[in-house]
């Protein structure tokens, strides 16, 4: 095989494919990696599987067994529930690497957690024996309802959950199966009547998991549920104004305490009462779950602690069932709360009767996130969470907005809408990637809204960024979702275009800006909207950057900020609003401002910066001398500077068309650009050949030669 054959061919993902084949196939394993991966960046969905799938096995014969474990486990997200992937990667588990035993369990866990009675497929069983889980099970329903399944546990037993009352079961009936497989001790199957009606049946493990295949889906619809089974109130709060705070906890010892620290600290700054309602989902972590206990013994909050592991939709119902007539809030134990959030959110949900959910701006909230929509920004320290706040409340409507779906982050629930459609969708919604949204959605079926309230902010941390399993996992529950609901798409895409927080978000990001830039004292680059100078080398710092883009209307100067929590960019009208971007200049501190470009900048609006700041220049062009910004004559042939005449310059402008604002004459052009370039702190030419034009035609000033990243 020539070289030429590839390289033609290095955009088609299939070919490359075809490559690596063939290079696998000759024994070529470096080459055959190289052509896979170029071929794993160019596909998506299925073709992307068996991208992987080909480096995997290149892996393999190279004896990088963990990294091959890996491509296998992503192949399988791109194209779930192939069996000859998953063959691929139990043979590596045989080894015995602890690695790949947990991708194997992980990705068997995903694999049955959809499909659990896949369970009697060869490859599954005998996984099952390279796995790292000690306990494991599954359920199904048998066509008259009944349950059946097996365990796999030190005592063989099972945990049935029914609407909130737990049941222990012994597990002695025969599993040949299994046995015959070496996979318990061959008793360890189940059969089991329910002989009450039920909305909801878990099953699970005393202090593990769920078996795959739970929950149940009972008969009973879920309002219905404690008419039939009595519950314990949970101690009641003597305020009458009282809601339910319902915080999940897993693991993340840290962000927990700061949660409900600021859930105590908040308490007296609102005159509606809250009651703590913690629920522990079997955590891993030991301290967490003693110092959960000891807040408890406190009488600081309410602990419900989960026999056994159902995840975070199983945890909310958990939460949602406890007998209570108060409305709820589901609030992600990751989040940080400040003064009167609860009265805000509370008078939000009650100010129309038609109100479902409500939910707050944050940092990180998808729709709701500020200050940029639809992107985990940063999260604020406790103090900037509580100027942030302050904002909100000063510049945020009373009244709320109608959003197409709320946030699970925090998300306020009146009661009469639980009672009326029930809790989150266990069995439609998988581990927990939009069940608010299935919620919300069935929620405005039933007639209700969904609404922002704008005058309160709560942080939350979140997930910076999903990985492949997480982003094929919303990719999955939004396509149940979609099909439930198929206006909701376009619907959201709607309200992101109408951008309704824009004139909110800049009143704040003014008002944040004058608090948070001064300590930095930044200098800011003007540039045009198509110049990319200087931002690869300051996009990972604190910086500020004023583009102006023409392409809009009307016209726009850009303010971009980066580097600094809760500001990105800023839009001034231009050039009606030129007032408000100084004067927000002048509250930035900013040290100096730096030109960029000569060409593209109006004078009025230089002159009216030069008053107020000192400035340095950048010079990437020939723009300070030549109207044509290049030095370039009809043909594009440089031109010869060494005979040019003034007459020249003219002549040559008024043929070709000037390429700079504001421009008249070449005179009148060099003088404005002599007298910015003697009011300069520095001059900075990109090019030593550059600087020396620079000098031929201004030759009492001093310019720099600084190379641009």
């Not at 546990?153 to 009352?165: A, H, I, K, Q, Y």
């Amino acid at each position: 095989m020539v070289l030429s054959e590839p390289l033609a061919f290095a955009k088609d993902p299939e070919q490359l494919l075809k490559f690596a084949l063939d290079c696998f196939s000759a024994g070529d394993f470096e080459q055959a990696e190289s052509y896979a991966t170029q071929s794993i960046s160019l596909f998506n969905g299925t073709s992307a599987a068996y991208a992987y799938a080909v480096r995997g096995s290149v892996l393999t014969e190279q004896m990088l067994i963990e990294e091959a474990a890996k491509d296998f486990q992503q192949a399988l997200v791109h194209f779930p529930f192939q069996i000859i992937f998953l063959q691929k990667l139990s043979k590596l588990a045989k080894t015995g690497n602890i690695v790949i035993k947990d991708i194997l369990t992980r990705v068997v866990d995903e694999w049955l957690s959809q499909r659990p009675n896949d369970w009697q497929l060869a490859v599954i069983l005998e996984s099952f024996r390279w796995f790292n889980l000690s306990t494991f099970g599954v359920v199904e329903t048998t066509p008259e309802g009944n349950l059946k399944g097996w365990v796999v546990s030190p005592n063989n037993t099972v945990l049935l959950e029914v609407d909130g009352r737990v049941i222990e079961h012994k597990c002695d009936l025969a599993s040949p199966l299994l046995f015959s497989n070496d996979i318990g001790n061959g008793k360890n199957s189940f059969h089991i009547k329910l002989d009450v009606p039920f909305s909801n049946c878990r099953l699970g493990i005393l202090g593990h998991g769920s078996l795959w295949g739970s929950p149940i889906r009972g008969m009973l619809y879920f309002s219905d549920a404690n008419k039939v089974i009595p519950r314990s109130p949970l101690l009641n709060t003597n305020k009458v104004e009282t809601v339910d705070i319902l915080i999940p906890v897993y693991k993340g010892l840290e962000d927990t305490l700061r949660c409900l620290n600021s859930l105590y600290a908040a308490q007296s700054s609102n005159k509606t009462a809250m009651r703590i309602i913690v629920i522990n989902d079997v955590s891993p972590e030991i301290e967490l779950t003693e110092i959960l206990k000891s807040h408890f013994a406190q009488g600081l909050i309410h602990l419900i602690e989960r026999p056994f592991n159902v995840g975070f939709v199983g945890t909310i119902n958990t939460g949602l069932s406890v007998d209570s007539d108060k409305d709820v809030i589901l609030l992600n134990a990751d989040t940080c709360v400040v003064g009167n959030w609860l009265d805000c959110l509370h008078n939000a949900a009650h100010s129309a009767s038609d109100i479902a959910t409500v939910t707050p701006i944050t940092n990180n909230g998808e729709l709701l996130s500020y200050p940029i929509a639809m992107k985990s920004n940063a999260m604020p320290s406790n103090e900037q969470i509580g100027l942030l706040d302050n904002l909100f409340s000063k510049f945020g409507s009373k009244n709320p907005l109608v959003i197409p779906t709320g946030v699970g982050f925090c998300l306020y629930i009146r009661r009469e809408v639980l009672t009326k459609i029930g809790g989150l969708n266990e069995h439609l919604i998988y581990r927990g990637y939009g069940d608010e949204t299935e919620f919300c959605l069935r929620a405005a079926a039933a007639g209700w809204k969904n609404v922002a309230a704008l005058n309160v902010f709560v942080a939350h941390k979140g997930t910076v960024s999903f990985g492949d399993e997480k982003l094929a996992l919303a990719r999955r529950n939004n396509a149940q979702i979609y099909a439930r609901y198929p206006h909701h798409k376009a619907q959201y895409q709607d309200y992101l275009r109408s951008n309704f927080l824009a004139e909110l978000y800049r009143d704040v990001q003014r008002a944040w800006l004058a608090t948070e830039l001064p300590p930095f004292q930044l200098p800011l680059y003007l540039q045009s909207a198509d110049d990319s100078t200087q931002n690869s080398a300051l996009d990972n710092n604190p910086m500020l950057r004023l583009e102006l883009d023409e392409s809009t209307f009307p016209v726009l100067l850009k303010l971009t900020i980066k580097g600094v929590v809760g500001l990105a960019q800023i839009d001034y009208r231009f050039p009606e609003q030129c007032d408000e971007l100084i004067q927000d200049l002048k509250n930035a501190a900013i040290c100096y401002f730096v030109l960029c470009d000569l060409a593209r900048w109006s004078t009025s609006f230089i002159e009216q910066l030069k008053a107020c700041f000192n400035y340095q220049i950048q010079l990437n062009d020939e723009a300070g001398y030549c109207p044509r910004r290049y030095a370039l004559v009809d043909g594009q042939v440089r031109c010869n500077e060494e005979v040019i005449t003034l007459n020249t310059c003219n002549h040559c402008t008024t043929q070709l068309g000037p390429l700079v604002k504001d421009y008249q004459n070449v005179t009148d052009w060099k003088k404005r650009n002599q007298r910015w370039f003697e009011g300069a702190a520095s001059i900075s030419v990109s090019t030593e050949a550059l600087a020396q034009r620079y000098r031929k035609q201004f030759c009492d000033i001093s310019f720099l030669i600084y190379r641009f990243e």
